[in-house]
């Protein structure tokens, strides 16, 4: 889930794509866009997770590169832990659903 940055200055991070679990079963997953990021749950905006887009920290050739990314510490495994059950448990416990852009 969490991989090395390789673009300065965050190389000696890691980052991991913030993708939701789909509550309705459909898909696996649900993947966000940097441009998506307004309409994440308020505690997903909190100081302590810096998100960027992804071409920002890692070199890409496939089409993810506006993928949205959180950026850790490789040695902050609270947080680590905290974003999986974010993305993953929480959202399926609640049935959050990513609104659509307009």
Not at 11 to 28: A, F, I, N, R, W
Not at 57 to 85: C, E, H, Q, S, W
Request: glycine share 4%; net charge positive.
């Amino acid at each position: 889930m969490f991989q090395k940055a390789n673009r300065r200055p965050f190389s000696k991070l890691y980052y991991c794509k913030v993708s939701l679990s789909d509550p309705s079963g459909k898909k696996t997953r649900d993947g966000v866009q940097i441009l998506e990021v307004e309409t994440l749950p308020h505690w997903f905006n909190c100081d302590e997770i810096r998100t960027l887009a992804k071409l920002s920290v890692r070199t890409t050739d496939g089409t993810d590169g506006y993928a949205l990314v959180a950026i850790v510490d490789p040695k902050d495994y609270n947080l680590m832990i905290r974003l999986f059950f974010a993305m993953k448990v929480w959202v399926l416990k609640e049935q959050f659903h990513m609104p659509a852009i307009h």
